[in-house]
């Protein structure tokens, strides 16, 4: 027996056209719909001045650099808004919340004209990116609103910010997460705060930094004694006294028969190619981070830089891969193989392997296994490269494909 979100089909697609059909059927089947938007008068603005002025409505437009988001008109009966980013189901905590108006996405200043607080587009990766505001009210309803929008930036992210924030295991799934995420400034501390999701108090975790190629350095955190199955908040340090937006994740089941759910994704490519073999992309993310799964399976050919150079050189390009994938990996734990383009036509194994942590595994980390619940993954990577899985009948699985994968598998009990 099915129902939404784990589904019994297996899919073998072969060639350009088949493995499009591949993905709209797994697109079809995995997902649910999800509660539509109430339609209002509020609606999402943005402008290029603290003071809000010549604003424009925020879907659709291309920006850059520093830019002031709100939402409008600041009618009296709003008794709060909640704004997350790139994350259209609003899952977890809310990046900001605004109590008195004029409800900013960044925070106002306490200035005498109470001026918006820039949102520095520069600390997210280019392309497309959603806003989401729940605007409460005092009657007791909500109205949701989004905006997708286009960051173009020419230059580099400023000094104090953390991206590319990533999770793994490395140890029990049931009561560790790995955190890894990225910082231009390397004296920034290692340093995560965590709490069970509705806790009040913060617990602080330090790790080290992770060699890689990457610009600025990686830190790695190994946050330990949690609890099984338990939603937990956390956020790292961005600098020596800011920190990251809030993000959520969850912690496996203890050893046994347990249901879960986890996604696989292969081939992604990066947003934007202009031979349009990634058009599918970032529905495929996205899908996915409103789908939140316990653990995201990667099925390798990240970037296909052998035909994607947009971004320079392979480290960048892999820079830009993580901050795509950022809206789903720092909520899902995400577990890597490596492919034919990581291991044979040169866009570097050891380039990938460094940004990822896994189990210490075998082969220099090419081979590793991780238990969830009572459920085996063995991760290989041969040529071609192959990972199977072994699962008892009470675990669900469930999959999607990107537009460049050759098939995709999922089964319930």
Known sequence: MTSPGAINVTMTKRGHLARRLAVFTA?????????????????????TSPGRTNAVKLAG?????????????????????????????????????ESLKPYDFAGTNS????????????????????ISAAVDLSSGTTEVIQGTFTVANAGPPPAAFADQIHLAWTGSSATTLTVVWRTLDTTVPS??????????????????????????TL??????????????????????????????ARTGPVPGPADFEFVYVADTG??????????????????????????????????????????????KTIDAWFNQMQ?????????????????????????????????????????YSFDVGDAGSSRSCTRPCSATARTTPRTRRSAVSSPRSSSATASSS
């Open 191 to 216: 340093v995560v705060e965590y709490r069970k999701a509705g806790d009040a108090s913060w617990q602080s975790a330090s790790g080290v930094l992770r060699t890689s190629g990457t610009q600025g």
């Open 327 to 367: 809206p789903v990996a720092s909520r899902s734990v995400f577990m890597p193989t490596y492919g034919n383009h990581e291991t044979v036509l040169g866009e570097g194994f050891t380039n990938w392997a460094a940004r990822f942590p896994t189990p210490d595994g075998w082969n220099g980390r090419r081979n």
């Open 61 to 97: 437009q291309t920006v850059s650099g520093s830019i002031y988001v709100f939402t409008s008109p600041n009618t009296s009966d709003i008794t709060r808004v909640r704004f997350w980013l790139d994350n259209p189901q609003m899952t977890g905590a809310p990046r900001q919340t």
């Open 270 to 315: 990066l947003i934007g190619r202009a031979d349009g073999l990634a058009t599918g992309t970032q529905q495929v993310r996205d899908e996915i981070a409103k789908d939140n799964p316990l653990l995201v399976l990667g099925g390798a050919d990240y970037v296909s830089f052998d035909t994607d150079t947009r971004y320079g050189t392979l480290e």
């Open 111 to 130: 200035d005498a004209n109470l001026t918006a607080r820039p949102f520095d587009t520069r600390t997210v990766a280019d392309g497309q990116h959603t």
């Open 219 to 248: 830190h790695e955190v190994t946050l330990g004694s949690l609890t099984p199955s338990t939603a937990y908040e956390y956020h790292v340090r961005s600098s020596a006294s800011e920190w990251s937006g809030i993000s959520s």
């Open 27 to 47: 697109l079809t089947l995995l997902l649910t719909p999800s509660a539509a938007a109430a339609v209002g008068p509020y609606d999402l603005l943005a402008s």
